[in-house]
Structure formats: C-alpha cells, structure tokens
C-alpha cells in the first residue's frame, strides 16, 4: 500500500503536466492572454498554499526542540531553497514563456531549449515537494500523513495541467508541430518524478534533515511564484484575472491538505 501510494504520488504530478500539453492536439491557436494570466495565478496559489501548509509546517511540527530552535530548521531550508534555486537561475541559460529575454549565461541554444530549460527550472521544487512530502509520510507519519502528501500531488498536477498548456501552446505558435509541442511540453515534466525519487532517496538516508528538506523545497517553490509567476500574472492587461486565479489556487490547495491530510 505504502509503495502504491509512492508510485501514485511521484507520477500524479507528471500526468497533470502532460494531459496540459496535450491541448496543443485541441486548440489551433495561441492561448488567450487571460486565460492565461488566470492560469499562472492559479498555479501560483497552489504552490503558495502547498509550501505552507504541505511543507512548513510539518517541517516545524517534526523539529522536536522548543522555543526558536524549533524554527530554525524551517528557517534554515527555506533560504537554502531560495538560494539553490537562484544559483540555477543564473547558471542556466533560459528563457522564460513571457519571452521577456534570454536569461542565464548566453548560449546558441535555440529558443526551444531554452523554453524547456526554463520550464524544467520551474518544475525541479515541485518534484522535490512531492518527493520530501512522501518521504515524510513514510518516516513520520503523524505529523504528514500518506493522504497528505498524495494531496499535495494531486494539487501540483492540477495546477501543472494548465502549466503543460501554457508550455506547447506558444511553441506551437512559434511554428514547431503538434507532435513537437506536445512531447516538449509533456517532457518537461518528467523531472518532477525524478526528483522526487532522489529527494525521497536523500531523506531515506539523513532522516534528521528531513525538516530541512520540507523546507527547503517550500523555500524553491516560493522562488519560483516570486521570480515567474506573479509577475507574469501583474504585467500588462487583465492583471485582476491574475489574482482571481491566485486566490482560487490557493484556496483549493488549502482545502486538499486540510481535509485529505
């Protein structure tokens, strides 16, 4: 039951990706602005709500210490998280969906690739929540529970669905086929499931850092709704739809931890 739930939880998210991907076979053009800036916003609150109540705290309630010692675990990985995912943002050329430039070190890589890495940044935290989530679910089941965490990977997929959309659309657009689009916007997901495996691997083997890899994968999902998401949802028209989707995302991710976990 335990390495069925793994298994459910490691692919959930990777399936919500490449079923959004999959649009590109429905849809002839690009994705409209506000459709897509509600989409982003969604995603965003998803992964607000998850880095608290799926990561955060757990990652404090399993520190047994007291006072601010209890605390400095969560403190700790949330900044390393931040800062790990800044390191690969300057280290990796990439370019994000807005297409607001290239970023990273200059490369000759195509656009395309660049796309990809772009989006395979995004999802490396969200693998690695799965991955600390499920791992803590086997090592300390009281304080996050088996449903928890197979709840934080169905509010991940959810949110990767419209993510998976928003990746093939615009390199349809950009002229590449339906095949093409598709199998690098599904691609892009396959990180999240191997990243998982190595965080819950990491946590099987150093179980008293475990709070601070909950953190930690807290700390690289805020990095990415703080450098990408919302100020793709805040730019230019139809900013309001941005937030709408934030508090829809959110509440949902809210609701799925509360009563699943």
């Known amino acids: 039951m335990i390495m069925e739930g793994i298994l459910v939880g490691l692919l959930l998210p990777f399936v919500g990706t490449a079923l959004g991907a999959a649009c590109v076979f429905m849809m002839k053009q690009r994705m409209k602005p506000a459709l897509e800036k509600l989409l982003l916003g969604f995603a965003a609150g998803v992964m607000v709500a998850a880095s608290v109540w799926s990561l955060l705290i757990p990652s404090m309630d399993m520190t047994p210490s007291d006072g601010i010692m209890k605390v400095v675990p969560a403190a700790a990985g949330f900044l390393a998280g931040i800062g790990f995912l800044l390191l690969l943002d300057v280290a990796v050329p990439h370019e994000h969906i807005d297409g607001h430039g290239d970023e990273g070190p200059k490369s000759r890589l195509s656009r395309t690739t660049k796309l990809a890495f772009a989006v395979t940044l995004h999802n490396i935290p969200e693998g690695m929540a799965v991955g600390v989530s499920l791992a803590a679910a086997i090592e300390h089941n009281a304080y996050l529970p088996m449903a928890g965490a197979l709840a934080l990977a169905i509010g991940i997929a959810i949110q990767n669905f419209p993510e998976g959309a928003i990746v093939s659309m615009p390199l349809r657009a950009a002229g590449n086929s339906r095949r093409k689009s598709f199998a690098i916007g599904a691609l892009s997901g396959i990180v999240e499931p191997i990243a998982g495996v190595i965080t819950i691997l990491l946590a099987s083997v150093a179980l008293p850092v475990l709070p601070y890899l909950l953190a ?39 609701l799925l931890d509360t009563l699943l976990g």
Do not use: C, R
């Open 216 to 254: 930690f994968a807290a700390g690289a999902m805020i990095y990415v709704v703080v450098e990408e998401l919302i100020p793709e949802t805040q730019t230019g028209s139809h900013s309001n739809l941005g937030t709408i989707g934030f508090a829809l995302g959110f509440t949902l991710m809210m």
